[in-house]
């Protein structure tokens, strides 16, 4: 069984200071863990992903996340908000391999206030 | 490249009507998944196919099927509408079954009346 739990249904930061979107996740298998955005009205982009290689993972546009297995979680964080990063995030976490369906978090929406 | 295509962008049906909806994966890839976005609710996953077969369903009742085509592409059929079906449905396909990442695409916006 999978599970995975985004803490914060809103966030809201100033432009300029960093984002901290929260992702705590449970997994039998050694998972795969993911992050994607959605704009309004789009659909979603994958921003960056974990498949146990290196724990520290840098995605687009700034991003970056990091796999602690101790802690079960994969928080992402930029160092600089900027207003073109308001969107809703989403945390996702698959088994490595087999016919397991990925599940996905709630979301996350992100407000970046000027 | 291009990336994953979904028609229609727009659908606005009657409730008992059929739906179908179109995706065509990006090139090379072999397994399409589609998931309903309504609002609320989140991302909740529908269907799984992978080299033409079904992999894998959602808690969705049967009235929603599918199917996948020699080429890769897809359809999603919902027959008998219910209101409650008005959502966005997104698909998105991977290069292999390993699940290393979806590309998704801009979703079909379907509206029951």
């Known amino acids: 069984a999978q599970s995975v739990t985004q803490l914060d249904s809103h966030v809201s930061v100033s432009e300029g200071t960093p984002v901290l979107l929260r992702c705590n996740y449970s997994s039998s298998y050694s998972p795969s863990l993911f992050w994607y955005v959605q704009h309004p009205n789009k659909g979603l982009q994958l921003l960056l992903k974990?498949?146990?290689?290196?724990?520290l993972v840098k995605g687009i546009n700034g991003f970056e996340a990091e796999f602690k297995k101790s802690e079960t979680s994969f928080h992402l964080t930029k160092p600089s908000a900027h207003m073109s990063d308001a969107a809703e995030y989403f945390c996702v976490v698959s088994p490595s391999g087999g016919y397991q369906k990925v599940t996905f978090g709630i979301g996350t929406k992100l407000q970046v206030i000027p | 490249e291009a990336g994953v295509t979904q028609s229609p962008t727009h659908l606005i049906k009657t409730r008992g009507q059929q739906a179908t909806l179109r995706c065509s994966p990006i090139s090379g890839h072999t397994s399409v998944y589609w998931y309903q976005q309504a609002l609320g609710l989140g991302l909740q996953f529908l269907l799984w196919y992978d080299e033409g077969e079904e992999r894998n369903r959602g808690n969705f009742p049967p009235r929603f099927s599918g199917r996948q085509f020699p080429n890769y592409s897809s359809e999603l059929n919902v027959n008998a509408l219910e209101l409650e079906d008005s959502a966005l449905y997104l698909c998105a396909s991977s290069w292999d079954r390993r699940n290393y990442g979806y590309t998704f695409g801009s979703g079909t916006r379907l509206t029951v009346v």
């Open positions: 974990y498949t146990s290689a290196a724990t």
